[in-house]
């Protein structure tokens, strides 16, 4: 059994990120090109997550994109009783990841019932097609 | 981890003294007013804030003439120079919106005392009027996604595209890892709400006054997101509420006995998110809150112990049990214990809470209608009134940018 998650559907883009806020640009191409890549402060080493033109820890513009292992675990979920949307029918889970490189990203689980989803749990990224220009990161229990 | 946070992000930073504070006893709300909350109105919002606002102005005994401010969010729908206009108001000399929904309902009220306590008016407003019931819903996803979509906030990009499109759900995210952190267990949540609903049922202005609960009707609601059921959850709600502010010189003379403001704060601490700050070093707890208590406190020279009845906005009733924990009212993890059994939180205990009702059963007008209240217990005219109420602490939005009162009488 998987999640009810259908990524065929129509589902919400993200915001216009070539218009508002173009340091996610690299983010989402990583993630078309089947990488999760991380923005890293180039001085100061500090992870910015979301991306960002500025580190705010030490205010430099430098920054360098590295490749997550894509290991993490599940830090905190949400699941949905009630569809909060037509192409998310219920029951939908919503899950925290908790990178091995600190940082945390939302996202959702496949191969997993949303009642067999813990806090702690082991998982790794896999890539989907969601529309023809549109790929999503996903997480999948670790092997 | 989180003491460590804290001392680096927020202590090291200079204060400004609270000698200096123009606001402090020298600022008051005298008068509030509001339309009745329904589910229904058949209004516009515009009509709501009109009457709310002409009850606020009549209740402080000025007239509409003496109005020369206008406070509100920057989320309010209603058109400013169009409420001028149908108020009548001769001549606006200040006007200012807070950003962040209702993380800055109390900061309404700072911005308009700083207006009058440096003489940039005389007497400012602040109101909030939605029709969050019939009109736009702010549980409801399909309708946000397309509010969020356009919405200059980088972090929402990254949510919406996996259905996390509402604020049940971002909240169900601190709540299941709170609860995961302090071994909370799920059944043992509802007193909060349970005690609420007893407060509505003393409210005839409250939605769910007439509308009595049970433990086992709060186990029995369906989930809407786990781990929140359905009175975990505000009632949206159409309708308005308005509060006229003066200098405390100003209300000596005021139809109403005034309500001093001792302390107003904002928080907006670093990697602060709109009810998604996920980035943070804890996902169980709520620095906003936790420094605009620090803040009202420092300011007032108050400790918990010294409030004599709190209104916490509590969108869901977890949001509402994790500020008692941040504003020291008890330990850490220890909000649902404190609020076992209700005799702590009901109006003869020692923290008698959300008094109307709260957002969970008087009514969801982001919280303004929390601050209404907090100025009924200093006159002594709240529905469940607390014997000799002298100070009220008054909450706004957790999880996001946020802001707080201590009100005295
Ligand atoms: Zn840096």
Known sequence: MTSSYDPTRDVPRPARWEVLYRSSGPFWDGVASGKLLLQRCASCARWLTPPRPMCPGCQSREHEWVQSTGRGTVHSFATYRHAPHPAFPAPHSVVLVELEEGPRLVSSLVGIAPENIAVGQAVEVVFTHAADDFTLFQFKPAA | ?409
Not at chain 2, 308 to 327: K, M
């Open chain 2, 1 to 409: 981890m989180l003491d460590e946070y804290r001392t680096k992000s927020y202590q090291a930073h200079l204060r400004p003294a609270v000698d200096e504070n123009l606001i402090k006893d020298n600022v008051a709300i005298i008068g509030i007013g509001q339309t009745a909350f329904s589910r229904n109105s058949q209004r516009d919002e515009l009509d709501l804030a009109c009457e709310a606002i002409k009850n606020a102005v009549d209740d402080a005994g000025l007239s509409i003439s003496d109005i020369d401010g206008l406070e509100a969010l920057t989320l309010d729908r209603v058109s400013m120079p169009t409420l001028i206009g149908s108020l009548g108001i001769p001549n606006l000399r200040f006007t200012s919106e807070v950003s962040f929904g209702g993380g800055g309902a109390c900061a309404t009220v700072m911005h308009a005392a700083a207006a009058v306590a440096t003489g940039l008016a005389d007497y400012v407003v602040c109101y909030r009027s939605l029709n969050e019931a019939s009109g736009h819903r702010y549980g409801r996803g399909d309708g946000y996604a397309e509010y969020l979509s356009k919405a200059p906030t980088l972090h929402y990009g990254y949510y919406f595209p996996y259905g996390f499109l509402t604020p049940l759900a971002w909240a169900g995210m601190y709540a299941r890892r709170w609860m995961h952190e302090y071994g909370i267990k799920l059944d043992n949540t509802g007193w909060y709400s349970l005690v609420l609903r007893e407060y509505a049922q003393k409210n005839p202005n409250a939605i769910f006054y007439g509308k009595p609960m049970t433990y086992q009707d709060y186990l029995d609601a369906p989930m809407i997101v786990e781990p929140l059921r359905l009175f975990d959850c505000c009632v949206d709600t159409d309708g308005a509420v308005a509060l006229v502010v003066t200098t405390a010189d100003r209300a000596r003379d005021a139809k109403q006995s005034p309500a001093y403001i001792m302390a107003a704060a904002q928080s907006i601490p670093i990697e602060t998110e709109i009810q998604t700050s996920y980035n943070r070093p804890i996902v169980s707890g709520l620095p906003e809150t936790w420094y605009v208590g620090q803040e009202l406190y420092r300011i007032s020279g108050l400790g918990p112990g010294d409030i004599d009845v709190a209104e916490l906005y509590d969108p869901f009733s977890f949001g509402g049990i994790i500020q008692l924990e941040e504003l020291g009212f008890c330990g850490r993890g220890e909000g649902v214990d404190f609020c076992e059994g209700g005799d702590r939180i009901r109006v003869d205990g020692e923290l008698p809470l959300n008094t109307a009702g709260g957002l969970l059963s008087e009514a969801y007008i982001h919280g303004f209608n929390l601050i209404a209240e907090a100025v009924r217990q200093l006159r002594g005219t709240a529905t469940s009134q607390v014997a000799g109420a002298e100070t009220a602490l008054v909450t706004a939005g957790p999880g996001l940018p946020t802001s707080g009162l201590i009100l005295r009488k």
